[in-house]
């Protein structure tokens, strides 16, 4: 082979070097801005005095930064997390029902992070107002089925203490709040969780929550008191101090005679306390609670 | 429209390979030597006829790695006896694994490019197509235990690539395919051997492919996506004589891919891995009178990157996370052998290792945010004596120290969610370990005839804890793993017994069994407990531990068979069962006593004929994968599956040479160990020009 050859093949493999390196599996684009968030309802870093029990409702908007997507909000109180959600969208709009709890003073932060790291976030102080706000109501002896059960419905709303089959309940999902099953995949026997809780499909099968299009979400925590205090509860100050934020599960679970649970339901901002007075542990079993929470409109 | 575009090259090039005429040439016929019976080093790194060594050792030459379809290295090791390919999607698979003689894992296996490592201290995988198969010279298997000169990871075995370098002023060949699946691939290789004996080479490559739907028709979804792939790669080498007696190799590889893992969301890309891999090294040899030696420099970096996109059953909860991960290895090795004298070849060596792993997991859908890190030093000394007691008897002997620290382990979690699962903040130092290993290894050989030779080997291995098991907690597939800083080496005390018969020149036979007992066995168990991570089902706690003892019998056999000036054959087949002795992990929930060990098949079988003609090449690979557990606990076996691959090759003038591959030619249909399908019959052809 001539020089020119080495000439020909230096100048090929230059180029094809030069392409082999420079092309990019990836493509990045980052603008450097942070994506934002407001609060459309009321002024941000401004502040308000509530009592205990007592909501108050954000309206958020968050927007992205034109070139990488949101995917997290966090909405804290204090330093725990209220509402911290992942997605992937170029806006987002979320109404935040916060319900004021016993601290002297609450800080809310709201928090929009985005795909690139960034975050941008916005705060709200609620003090503590003196005095008693609000209603409880009681619902004694409310007997809730599993999900095989053909007795009793399986679908509860709290405002009413209603109970609904499937059926019923997928005409009106918004206005289910708590609902019952055997569980048989993780253990967990007779549960009581919210549609938002991720039942598996085959519970409750055709029809159920995961069809639903709205699901209420509720948190549990699992507390000790006596059956003399949970008689006693009175106020909704009293269900108020029972919750704790940061321990909420999603779940009630292997519930048995004498458990005492205390709720918060988070679309509405209510909180109650629920005791189990009865189990019948199998898919067409069921459970039966007394129940005191939080009236809905009397805030 | 690529399937077409191959279509077509393959229809041009079938008349041509059928009738073209006889033209001029370089004559391709094979050394019937270097097939039955290869001049092999990597066993004990000295040069010996593969019939002489009282070791179980196999090699693939030049030809047959050019002639059998083979589109990445490792798919060549099939061939091997005991060697087990895990590379289910073949060219689109993100993490390819060797298994030897029925031990999973690439960690067991030490891996090296002309006596360059490649197994990464942090996770114990190869960058396989770090490896040019342009490039390779040979293929050199040592089966069995070879820590008493290679220590860390050569547990079950050493496989070595060798490399060619340029002969001529200016030589080199530009490829260009075709395949199914959109696949596309273009590699140029240039090089020159100059007046003054130095050499140079450089070869730039570069793949991409639109790739298939791992999940199968059954269980896919609207997250089911493209496994595809985009990889590129350029080395450079250089070396030659820089004085009497003493030579110098250098090379550089650079290697970037990016990986669909199969499932997309929202992200274009969806979920995938990308490596960014760099290799340097620098090889001393010199020969001094009665000592040859050898230096080995090398420096390995990588960086990961791993995208990862979920959403649960209900489609309200999306997860985005990714994963940043540096990882180095370097090290330094160094041999001697002294000529033979009447007591026999010494030789003699030390080694340095150094790995670090520095992981970045963070989330975007949640605040979580985790960094993992760790560090690895290892130095060993080896001797080893290879005596010739008669004209027919051999013995060699010897064996390796070594010492190793793992130190400034840290595991940090800031901000943690259900969506990794930890309970609050931490900072976790783990502190300083160490530990040592002595590896000897013994065996004779001994020809009863010219015909009949019989050889017995005792050795020993070890592995090392990985980086990632011991400093690393993070979701994976099967649950959530946890660190165990006070991970151990395995070790591997191996026997075994073989003949070699050789009843003509063109025919060689070698079978070889063994039995291992492995301590220390490392193995991942479930702690019983289990986590919630946001999702529908709560995830199990696993860890790796070192669990216990486990035997493993296993029997080998190969046929090297060249009838024909212009014919090779080649046949290998092994079975190989394991079972857990012994159970005394105080962290596993259940006891796994008497269970086998998973993710190996009880039989592997290949057959392989090459016809290396003049104008054509025809190379044919039957492949045989028997049944395998897939879970601890022995409920969960992977059915066995068989393919046949056909790689055909035409010279045409002016250099120029079609070629067409046909992988899993029947169609077979198989899954992994996660249920992910393979791609089914694959075609490809190109073209390849030659100067």
Same mark, same amino acid.
């Given at each position: 082979?001539k020089?020119?050859?080495?000439?020909?093949?230096?100048?090929?493999?230059?180029v094809?070097?030069s392409?082999l390196?420079?092309c990019?599996?990836?493509?990045?684009?980052?603008n450097?801005?942070?994506?934002?968030?407001?609060?459309?309802?009321?002024?941000? @870093?401004?502040?308000t005095?509530? +009592?205990?029990?007592?909501s108050?409702?954000?309206?958020l908007?968050?927007s992205w930064?034109?070139?990488?997507?949101?995917?997290?909000?966090i909405?804290?109180?204090?330093?725990?997390r209220?509402?911290?959600?992942?997605f992937?969208?170029?806006?987002?709009?979320?109404?935040v029902?916060?319900?004021?709890?016993?601290?002297?003073?609450n800080?809310?932060?709201f928090?929009i992070?985005?795909?690139? %790291?960034?975050?941008?976030?916005v705060?709200?102080?609620?003090?503590?107002?003196? @005095?008693?706000?609000?209603e409880?109501q009681?619902f004694?002896g409310?007997?809730?089925?599993?999900?095989?059960?053909t007795?009793?419905?399986s679908f509860?709303?709290?405002?009413?203490? +209603?109970?609904f089959? &499937?059926d019923?309940a +997928?005409a009106?999902?918004? &206005?289910i709040?708590?609902l019952?099953?055997?569980?048989?995949?993780d253990?967990?026997?007779?549960?009581?969780?919210?549609?938002?809780?991720?039942?598996?499909a085959?519970?409750?099968?055709d029809g159920g929550?995961?069809?639903?299009t709205?699901?209420?979400? +509720?948190?549990?925590?699992?507390i000790?008191?006596?059956?003399?205090?949970?008689n006693a509860?009175?106020?909704v100050a009293?269900?108020?101090?029972?919750?704790?934020?940061?321990?909420? &599960?999603?779940?009630?679970?292997?519930?048995?005679? @004498?458990?005492?649970?205390?709720?918060?339901q988070?679309?509405?901002?209510?909180y109650?306390?629920?005791?189990?007075?009865?189990?019948?542990?199998?898919?067409s %079993?069921?459970v039966t609670?007394?129940?005191v929470v939080?009236?809905? %409109?009397? &805030? | 429209m690529?399937?077409?575009?191959?279509?077509?090259?393959?229809?041009?090039?079938i008349p041509?390979?059928?009738?073209g005429?006889?033209l001029?040439?370089?004559?391709s016929?094979?050394r019937?030597?270097?097939f039955?019976?290869?001049v092999?080093?990597?066993?004990?790194?000295?040069?010996?006829r593969?019939?002489?060594?009282?070791?179980?050792?196999s /090699?693939?030459?030049?030809?047959?790695i050019?002639?059998?379809?083979?589109?990445?290295?490792d !798919?060549?090791?099939?061939?091997?006896?005991g060697?087990?390919?895990?590379?289910i999607?073949?060219?689109?698979?993100?993490?390819?694994?060797?298994?030897?003689?029925?031990?999973?894992?690439n960690?067991?296996?030490?891996?090296?490019?002309?006596g360059i490592?490649?197994?990464k201290?942090?996770?114990?995988?190869?960058?396989?197509?770090?490896?040019?198969?342009?490039?390779?010279?040979?293929?050199?298997?040592?089966r069995?235990?070879?820590s008493?000169?290679?220590?860390?990871?050569?547990?079950?075995?050493?496989v070595?690539?060798?490399?060619?370098?340029?002969?001529k002023?200016?030589?080199?060949n530009?490829?260009?395919?075709?395949g199914?699946?959109g696949?596309r691939?273009?590699?140029f290789?240039?090089?020159?051997?100059l007046a003054?004996?130095?050499?140079?080479?450089?070869?730039?490559?570069y793949?991409?492919g639109?790739?298939?739907?791992?999940?199968?028709?059954a269980?896919?979804?609207?997250?089911?996506? #493209?496994?595809?792939i985009?990889?590129?790669?350029?080395s450079?080498r250089?070396?030659?004589?820089?004085?009497?007696?003493?030579t110098?190799n250098?090379?550089?590889?650079?290697?970037k891919?990016k990986r669909?893992?199969?499932?997309?969301?929202?992200?274009?890309?969806?979920?995938y891995d990308s490596? !960014?891999?760099?290799?340097?090294?620098?090889?001393l040899s010199?020969?001094?009178?009665?000592w040859?030696?050898?230096?080995?420099?090398?420096?390995?970096?990588e960086?990961?990157?791993k995208?990862?996109?979920?959403?649960?059953k209900?489609?309200d909860t999306?997860k985005l996370?990714?994963?940043f991960?540096?990882?180095?290895?370097?090290?330094?090795?160094?041999?001697a052998?002294?000529?033979? /004298?009447?007591?026999g070849?010494?030789?003699?060596?030390?080694?340095?290792?150094?790995g670090?792993?520095d992981?970045?997991?963070?989330?975007r859908?949640?605040?979580?945010?985790?960094l993992?890190?760790?560090?690895?030093i290892?130095?060993?000394?080896?001797?080893?004596e290879?005596a010739?007691?008669?004209s027919?008897?051999?013995?060699?002997?010897?064996?390796r120290?070594?010492?190793?620290?793992?130190?400034d382990?840290r595991?940090?979690?800031?901000d943690?969610?259900?969506?990794?699962? =930890?309970?609050?903040?931490?900072?976790?130092y783990?502190?300083?370990?160490h530990?040592?290993?002595?590896?000897?290894?013994?065996?004779?050989?001994?020809?009863?005839?010219?015909?009949?030779?019989?050889?017995?080997?005792v050795?020993?291995?070890?592995?090392?804890?990985?980086?990632d098991?011991?400093?690393?907690?993070?979701?994976?597939?099967?649950g959530?793993k946890i660190?165990?800083?006070?991970?151990?080496?395995?070790?591997?005390n191996?026997?075994?017994?073989?003949m070699?018969?050789?009843?003509v020149?063109?025919?060689y036979?070698?079978?070889?069994?063994?039995?291992?007992?492995?301590?220390? =066995?490392?193995?991942f168990?479930?702690?019983?407990?289990s986590i919630?991570?946001?999702?529908?089902?709560?995830k199990? $706690?696993?860890?790796r531990?070192?669990?216990g003892?486990?035997v493993?019998?296993?029997? !080998?056999?190969?046929?090297? *068979?060249?009838?024909?000036?212009? *014919?090779?054959?080649?046949?290998s087949?092994?079975t190989?069962?394991s #079972?857990?002795?012994?159970?005394?992990?105080? $962290?596993?929930?259940?006891n796994?006593?008497?269970?086998?060990?998973?993710?190996v098949?009880?039989?592997?079988?290949?057959?392989?004929?090459?016809?290396?003609g003049?104008?054509? /090449?025809?190379?044919?690979?039957?492949?045989?994968?028997?049944?395998?557990?897939?879970?601890d606990?022995?409920?969960?076996?992977?059915?066995?599956?068989?393919?046949?691959?056909?790689?055909?090759?035409?010279?045409l003038?002016?250099?120029? #040479?079609?070629?067409?591959?046909?992988q899993?030619?029947?169609?077979?249909q198989?899954?992994?160990?996660k249920? !992910?399908?393979?791609p089914?019959?694959?075609?490809?052809a190109?073209i390849?020009f030659? =100067?």
């Amino acid at each position: 082979m001539k020089i020119n050859a080495f000439r020909t093949i230096g100048l090929l493999l230059g180029v094809a070097s030069s392409f082999l390196m420079s092309c990019s599996c990836e493509r990045t684009s980052d603008n450097g801005a942070n994506p934002t968030v407001t609060i459309t309802n009321l002024t941000a @870093g401004g502040d308000t005095a509530l +009592a205990p029990g007592q909501s108050i409702t954000f309206e958020l908007a968050c927007s992205w930064n034109g070139s990488d997507a949101l995917t997290n909000l966090i909405v804290s109180s204090n330093g725990v997390r209220l509402v911290d959600e992942g997605f992937f969208k170029q806006t987002y709009n979320k109404e935040v029902i916060f319900t004021k709890d016993t601290a002297e003073q609450n800080i809310l932060i709201f928090t929009i992070r985005d795909k690139g %790291g960034r975050a941008s976030q916005v705060s709200y102080t609620i003090n503590k107002a003196g @005095g008693s706000v609000g209603e409880v109501q009681r619902f004694n002896g409310i007997t809730i089925g599993a999900q095989q059960n053909t007795t009793y419905g399986s679908f509860m709303n709290l405002e009413s203490g +209603a109970i609904f089959t &499937k059926d019923e309940a +997928a005409a009106i999902p918004d &206005k289910i709040h708590l609902l019952c099953y055997f569980d048989t995949i993780d253990a967990d026997a007779m549960v009581i969780a919210s549609p938002g809780s991720n039942v598996d499909a085959s519970v409750y099968g055709d029809g159920g929550p995961t069809d639903w299009t709205i699901r209420n979400t +509720a948190r549990f925590l699992l507390i000790s008191i006596s059956a003399d205090q949970f008689n006693a509860l009175a106020s909704v100050a009293d269900l108020v101090s029972l919750y704790d934020e940061s321990a909420g &599960k999603r779940k009630a679970k292997n519930l048995a005679v @004498g458990d005492i649970y205390s709720f918060k339901q988070e679309d509405l901002g209510l909180y109650g306390v629920f005791r189990v007075t009865a189990v019948d542990g199998q898919p067409s %079993g069921l459970v039966t609670v007394d129940m005191v929470v939080q009236k809905t %409109g009397s &805030k | 429209m690529a399937y077409l575009k191959a279509l077509l090259v393959l229809g041009l090039a079938i008349p041509l390979f059928c009738n073209g005429q006889e033209l001029a040439v370089s004559d391709s016929s094979i050394r019937m030597s270097d097939f039955i019976n290869p001049v092999t080093v990597v066993s004990t790194q000295t040069s010996h006829r593969a019939d002489s060594l009282p070791f179980a050792t196999s /090699t693939i030459t030049k030809t047959e790695i050019q002639d059998y379809s083979a589109r990445t290295s490792d !798919e060549l090791l099939k061939f091997i006896p005991g060697a087990y390919i895990d590379r289910i999607w073949g060219v689109f698979s993100k993490n390819s694994g060797l298994s030897l003689r029925g031990l999973d894992g690439n960690n067991r296996v030490l891996i090296t490019v002309d006596g360059i490592p490649l197994n990464k201290s942090s996770y114990g995988m190869v960058t396989w197509n770090m490896i040019s198969p342009d490039q390779i010279q040979s293929i050199e298997v040592v089966r069995g235990p070879a820590s008493s000169i290679y220590g860390n990871n050569a547990m079950t075995g050493v496989v070595n690539f060798t490399t060619i370098k340029p002969q001529k002023p200016l030589e080199g060949n530009v490829d260009f395919g075709l395949g199914e699946l959109g696949l596309r691939q273009l590699s140029f290789n240039v090089g020159s051997k100059l007046a003054n004996g130095f050499y140079w080479d450089v070869s730039p490559y570069y793949r991409t492919g639109d790739g298939y739907i791992i999940d199968p028709v059954a269980t896919r979804d609207s997250t089911s996506s #493209k496994a595809y792939i985009q990889e590129r790669r350029i080395s450079f080498r250089t070396g030659g004589v820089l004085k009497s007696g003493l030579t110098i190799n250098a090379s550089y590889t650079y290697y970037k891919d990016k990986r669909g893992s199969g499932k997309k969301i929202y992200l274009p890309d969806g979920n995938y891995d990308s490596y !960014e891999d760099q290799a340097a090294s620098v090889t001393l040899s010199a020969k001094r009178a009665v000592w040859n030696t050898d230096m080995h420099i090398y420096y390995q970096h990588e960086y990961y990157k791993k995208q990862s996109e979920s959403i649960n059953k209900l489609g309200d909860t999306y997860k985005l996370s990714y994963t940043f991960q540096n990882s180095d290895d370097a090290g330094l090795w160094f041999g001697a052998t002294h000529a033979p /004298t009447k007591w026999g070849t010494i030789t003699t060596g030390a080694e340095v290792r150094f790995g670090r792993i520095d992981a970045h997991d963070v989330y975007r859908t949640s605040t979580d945010d985790i960094l993992r890190s760790g560090n690895m030093i290892a130095i060993g000394a080896f001797v080893q004596e290879e005596a010739k007691l008669s004209s027919r008897v051999s013995l060699t002997g010897g064996l390796r120290l070594d010492v190793a620290g793992f130190f400034d382990g840290r595991l940090t979690v800031k901000d943690p969610t259900k969506a990794t699962g =930890f309970s609050s903040n931490s900072n976790q130092y783990f502190g300083s370990s160490h530990w040592q290993a002595a590896s000897p290894r013994v065996g004779i050989k001994y020809f009863l005839t010219k015909v009949v030779g019989f050889q017995a080997a005792v050795s020993s291995g070890f592995m090392p804890a990985k980086l990632d098991d011991l400093c690393s907690s993070r979701k994976i597939t099967k649950g959530f793993k946890i660190a165990n800083p006070n991970l151990k080496p395995e070790t591997l005390n191996n026997v075994e017994i073989g003949m070699s018969l050789k009843p003509v020149s063109s025919l060689y036979i070698d079978l070889t069994g063994y039995y291992s007992y492995g301590l220390h =066995f490392q193995y991942f168990v479930a702690t019983g407990d289990s986590i919630d991570t946001g999702g529908t089902d709560v995830k199990p $706690i696993l860890m790796r531990d070192n669990v216990g003892d486990v035997v493993v019998k296993g029997l !080998e056999g190969s046929i090297r *068979w060249q009838p024909y000036t212009r *014919w090779m054959v080649r046949v290998s087949a092994s079975t190989s069962t394991s #079972k857990i002795v012994k159970f005394d992990s105080k $962290i596993a929930a259940t006891n796994l006593k008497g269970m086998a060990i998973s993710e190996v098949p009880d039989y592997l079988a290949s057959a392989g004929i090459v016809y290396n003609g003049k104008r054509n /090449t025809l190379g044919i690979t039957y492949s045989y994968v028997g049944r395998q557990w897939i879970d601890d606990v022995n409920t969960q076996r992977l059915a066995d599956y068989q393919t046949v691959d056909l790689h055909a090759e035409h010279s045409l003038p002016l250099g120029l #040479k079609l070629w067409a591959d046909v992988q899993n030619l029947f169609n077979a249909q198989f899954l992994d160990k996660k249920g !992910e399908q393979c791609p089914g019959r694959f075609f490809m052809a190109g073209i390849r020009f030659n =100067f």
